[in-house]
């Protein structure tokens, strides 16, 4: 039996040939691998020595050739492959061991130049790595470290052999490396601006490539899709953000459902926003609480004010752990999915009892809330939306607002609490759908408009809203995620108590509206940003 080793990442690679040699196997690889298993004292026959052609081009070119590609390729139950090889001298290889140069790594570095990315991008490797896939049947190929310990121990436990599920199921991920290997090139030569680039330099880099090359890996099958008669599956990105729901852990409870997926995932995304103890309450993608408080407790308790008749049957999502008293706190009502960072052990003691909620734990250690990326913030860089036979990608609507980027339009300047209340307000905004209109005030939401054709509309629903939840709005701070197209929006919003406004501006009537908040006294901020989320 031979196997050939080639590996760029030679991570555990010593230990994984010793083990090969002790179960009898032959020893075959290239240059650096080569050296590295004769000082770890291991006999390796040199490809060039079976080829008798030598590794050229600055190792361009050392593995392609017949002899190679001979032994990965003959089926061993076809007679004339087998003839084929024995008149050429060919041996079989029974496994391949390779990873690839590291390309990936190469382009992800600061200052790579476009003549650095070329090198790095692997020829004689990934043309093996195809060549013994595609004979799955009689050679197991192995392209990532990971895979080194299973693959042992079932030669150990197999007499040196490997069953057909194992062999296919290394092909397939054989298949899936080159895949996303070949489409991290794309991605990256793509993206290339060339005449701005000049020739070998480090390249001007478009933010959308002209060809986009989605890498997702499936995480699970789900029972159905948004509704019952519609199939789905849970992906995640190949490299997904940390501290983003698909590195959740489930703790307990039924299989997540698409719509809890979705919703969660809009929970998530929000609370993540405050960096103070926050709750998040999502109803049907749309935050129907919102609040901060000293603890989960306070924050949970403020958020579920705001609406505890759309609460039931929410998502609840925390960024901060959850103890005891607000696991009691929440175990009171009627829950679909619960996420925070932890959970202590009186918290998961209050939950046991009820079975069916879905508990989840995402960690935030490391992941960055201030002057981040979006990556850094566990958020996706990129938004995307599919259309008829196509795509939407833009850049996430990530943008923090600070007070200082607040400009006052009217007469009246907001107070520094008022302020305070505005921005919190307007963080809610960003995550309610389109036309949204938020009212808040002491850190927690009084009332929330939400997908309405008309902002009209949607500012009469959010003072209905806290009218029914009993919550008074008087002195309230109110976002529009875009601009009072005419005043009758704003006469609406202090009409039910709004004393301060935050909106982006930008509108032909703007004066109108600044001046109609002059006449009812109350003060205004432009943002110069909208938060439009259709």
Not at 275 to 303: F, R
Request: aromatic content about 8%; some cysteine; hydrophobic content about 45%.
């Amino acid at each position: 039996m031979n196997a050939l080793i080639s590996v760029s990442d030679k991570t555990g690679v010593a230990e994984f040939a010793a083990a090969l040699v002790a179960l009898g196997f032959n020893l075959l690889s290239t240059g650096g691998t080569a050296k590295l298993l004769q000082d770890a004292g291991l006999p390796v026959t040199e490809v060039a020595e079976v080829t008798q052609f030598p590794e050229m081009l600055d190792g361009r070119v050392k593995t392609l050739h017949p002899k190679v590609h001979g032994g990965l390729l003959a089926r061993r139950d076809v007679p004339a492959h087998m003839q084929a090889l024995a008149d050429h001298g060919i041996g079989t290889i029974d496994v391949l061991v390779v990873n690839l140069y590291p390309f990936e790594a190469t382009v992800a570095q600061a200052g790579c130049t476009l003549a650095d990315a070329i090198e790095n991008i692997d020829i004689g490797g990934p043309a093996m790595v195809r060549s013994a896939a595609k004979n799955w049947k009689d050679v197991a190929v192995l392209t990532d470290a990971d895979q080194y310990a299973p693959v042992l121990a079932e030669l150990k436990a197999n007499q040196g052999k490997l069953s057909d599920k194992t062999r296919f199921g290394l092909a397939v991920a054989a298949f899936n490396r080159i895949s996303n290997y070949d489409a991290a090139i794309s991605d990256y030569l793509s993206a290339i601006d060339f005449d701005a680039a000049g020739a070998d330099g480090v390249p001007s880099m478009s933010l959308f490539a002209s060809q986009s090359n989605g890498r997702f890996v499936k995480l699970q099958d789900l029972r159905y899709g948004e509704n019952p008669h519609q199939q789905a599956a849970f992906y995640r990105d190949l490299y997904p953000a940390p501290g983003s729901l698909v590195t959740a852990e489930q703790l307990q409870g039924k299989e997540l459902s698409y719509n809890n997926i979705a919703d969660a995932d809009a929970a998530w995304e929000c609370v993540k926003q405050w960096v103070e103890p926050a709750c998040v309450i999502v109803k049907h993608a749309n935050p129907c609480g919102v609040a901060i408080g000293a603890n989960a407790l306070e924050a949970y308790s403020k958020a579920f004010k705001t609406d505890p008749t759309s609460a039931f049957g929410g998502i609840i999502a925390f960024n901060v752990p959850v103890d005891g008293a607000a696991a009691e706190a929440v175990s009171k009502q009627f829950v679909e999915v619960l996420m925070a960072p932890d959970f202590t052990p009186e918290a998961l003691a209050v939950f046991k009892a009820k079975a069916n909620v879905r508990v989840l734990r995402i960690p935030l250690d490391g992941v960055k809330r201030d002057g981040a990326t979006a990556f850094e913030r566990g958020q996706n860089a990129m938004d995307i939306k599919r259309v008829g036979s196509g795509l939407l990608i833009q850049t996430a609507d990530f943008h923090d607002l600070k007070a200082s980027d607040l400009k006052v339009v009217t007469k009246r300047q907001p107070t520094p609490e008022q302020i305070a209340d505005l921005l919190f307000a307007w963080k809610v905004a960003q995550f309610v759908k389109s036309n949204a209109i938020v009212f808040c005030g002491g850190g927690m939401t009084l009332g929330v408009g939400a997908g309405q054709m008309s902002r009209l509309d949607s500012a009469r629903i959010a003072s209905i809203k806290a009218e029914h939840a009993g919550l008074s709005l008087q002195g309230s701070a109110v976002a529009s995620d875009a601009f009072f197209p005419f005043r009758d929006g704003l006469d609406v919003v202090i009409d039910h108590g709004a004393t301060c406004v935050i909106q982006p501006g930008g509108s032909m009537r703007d004066q109108e509206v600044i001046d109609a908040a002059d006449e009812r006294g109350v003060a205004m901020v432009f943002s110069g940003v909208r938060h439009f989320r259709h």
